[in-house]
Structure formats: structure tokens, C-alpha cells
């Protein structure tokens, strides 16, 4: 099972993106969909995650105030809209999913499903 994610590019500091994640046609009725990052030289960071059933979303707090997670549950899509980038928002951003409980949602061990990762580049 693989997660198709997209929409990195190159943005001004300040600038904004949207990334999406396509779920593949099957059942993700209470699982997590997560955004996680990895900048060059540092370990992959938890970014963003929501239920793909509904509930409460989850920030890291670096991103906190600018970074939205939302779903489409019509066409198996999640998104990372992204405002107010910054240089050290520069990373690979990988979505994924995972049967997590919620106290487990922010690790990377939880998820079980990736995507193949998208460049997002924010010049100063």
C-alpha cells in the first residue's frame, strides 16, 4: 500500500503551499494520516496528523498557527496547507498512515503506510 504525496516546490520565506496525499482505495476508517518532515542531516520530525474519521488534530509546535491538516474523505485525500514558510521548514515531507491509538500518533513507528515523500524548499 503506498501514499501518493505532492505539491512540494520551491517558495519565499513567507510564502505558502498545499500539499496533498492520496489514500489508496482501501479502508482507513480509524486511522491516523500524518505528515512527517525530514530535513537534510536530522531524523524524520512529526509535522501534522488527523483521524481519518474526524476528531481533534495534532501540531507539532513548530508549526502550530501555520500549518493546517485537513481531509477529503470524497476523494481519499489529506492536506498540509502550509502558511508562513520558513527557510527551516526546508524539508522532505512524507505522509503516512497508521492503526495508532492516540498517545502514539506522533511517532513514526506508529504509521505502517508512506508515501514517497515531497521536496519543499524555502529560500530566505
Known amino acids: 500500500v503506498q501514499l501518493q504525496a505532492s505539491g512540494g516546490g520551491l517558495v519565499q520565506a513567507g510564502g505558502s503551499l498545499r500539499l496533498s496525499c492520496v489514500l489508496p482505495g482501501r479502508t482507513f476508517s480509524n486511522y491516523f494520516i500524518a505528515w512527517f518532515r525530514q530535513a537534510p542531516g536530522k531524523e524524520r520530525a512529526f509535522v501534522a496528523a488527523i483521524r481519518w474519521s474526524g476528531g481533534p488534530r495534532y501540531y507539532a509546535d513548530s508549526v502550530k498557527g501555520r500549518f493546517t491538516i485537513s481531509r477529503d474523505n470524497a476523494k481519499n485525500t489529506v492536506y498540509l496547507q502550509m502558511n508562513s514558510l520558513k527557510p527551516e521548514d526546508t524539508a522532505v515531507y512524507y505522509c503516512?498512515?497508521?492503526?495508532?491509538?492516540?498517545?502514539?500518533?506522533?511517532?513514526?513507528?506508529?504509521?505502517?503506510?508512506w508515501g514517497q515523500g515531497t521536496l519543499v524548499t524555502v529560500s530566505s
Open positions: 503516512a498512515a497508521g492503526n495508532a491509538i492516540t498517545s502514539e500518533s506522533m511517532r513514526s513507528q506508529a504509521y505502517v503506510y
